[in-house]
């Protein structure tokens, strides 16, 4: 599975320059503007896929390596990492042709496969040499960025199909913004506080805030601050897993250096 997860590796950026060129229809940022949501995040804030398709590049290549090629732990995770490659790619198309429902299955398959693989190597008990790195925060930052994104997507699928139509559009984007929480949180746990899975969330939160804090959107200043709070309490969160490493629920035997 090594030579997958490159070639899916190197997928990611090619196919979001070819989306971005318009090679796919419109880009990601003119689908948004159309189907406007309380969820969507600041357009700078999608800037971090070029940081996860570098990191995602150098795991790929990381683990190549003839010394790590045979971990059990790597072994467990490189069909996962190169589905999730794969599927991420695939979005992009999908989406620029506005297929959405076919996109939201496709991300949230992507998440199931990038929370699978991070959670995995944070709870790898003898990690080798630059797992920590090349492996355990690239990985997560990916799932990370891909918690947030699910649920903006699914924002838009039910603004798209006005399938909630009959519903305060600030109810029903609360209630997504609580089940985004609750995912976070449950995977940071799972994840021990990762700092990559953490970082990307904060980052895509605090888009949201810039994002909504301008919005026009009634409700948007209460999904604005709203983000706030979920980000406060994640970083407390995260700094207590890291702080207090044997309060880190959901986690089994913890290895010296963690």
């Known amino acids: 599975m090594r030579l997958p997860v490159l070639t899916a590796a190197v997928l990611m950026p090619t196919m979001a320059w070819f989306s971005q060129q318009g090679y796919f229809g419109p880009d990601n940022g003119e689908i948004s503007d159309r189907y406007p949501t309380l969820l969507v995040a600041a357009g700078y804030a999608f800037s ?3 940081l996860i398709f570098l990191l995602d590049l150098a795991f790929a290549l990381w683990q190549l390596r003839s010394r790590v090629s045979q971990d059990e732990t790597l072994l467990r995770v490189r069909p996962a990492a190169a589905a999730g490659f794969t599927l991420t790619a695939l ?6 042709q506005q297929w959405f429902w076919l996109a939201l299955a496709v991300i949230w398959l992507a998440l199931a496969c990038m929370a699978w693989a991070a959670v995995v190597l944070a709870r790898d008990p003898t990690p080798l040499p630059g797992q920590a790195v090349w492996a355990k925060f690239a990985l997560s930052l990916h799932a990370g960025w891909l918690s947030l994104a699910a649920f903006l997507n699914t924002a838009q699928v039910i603004v798209a199909y006005g399938l909630l139509s009959g519903v305060d559009r600030l109810v029903w ?4 913004l609580t089940t985004a929480a609750l995912l976070l949180w449950v995977l940071n746990a799972r994840m021990r506080g990762s700092l990559g899975y953490a970082l990307a969330a904060l980052w895509g939160l605090a888009g949201v805030y810039v994002k909504q804090s301008e919005s026009a959107l009634e409700g948007a200043d209460i999904a604005a601050w ?3 709070a979920i980000g406060a309490l994640l970083l407390a969160q995260t700094l207590w897993l890291r702080l207090h490493p044997r309060h880190r629920v959901f986690s089994g035997h913890l290895s010296p250096g963690e």
């Not at 979005?91 to 620029?96: A, G, V």
Request: charged letters at 0%.
């Open 91 to 96: 979005w992009m198309p999908i989406f620029s």
């Open 173 to 176: 984007s609360l209630a997504l």
């Open 226 to 228: 709203s983000a706030v």
């Open 48 to 50: 971090i896929w070029g």
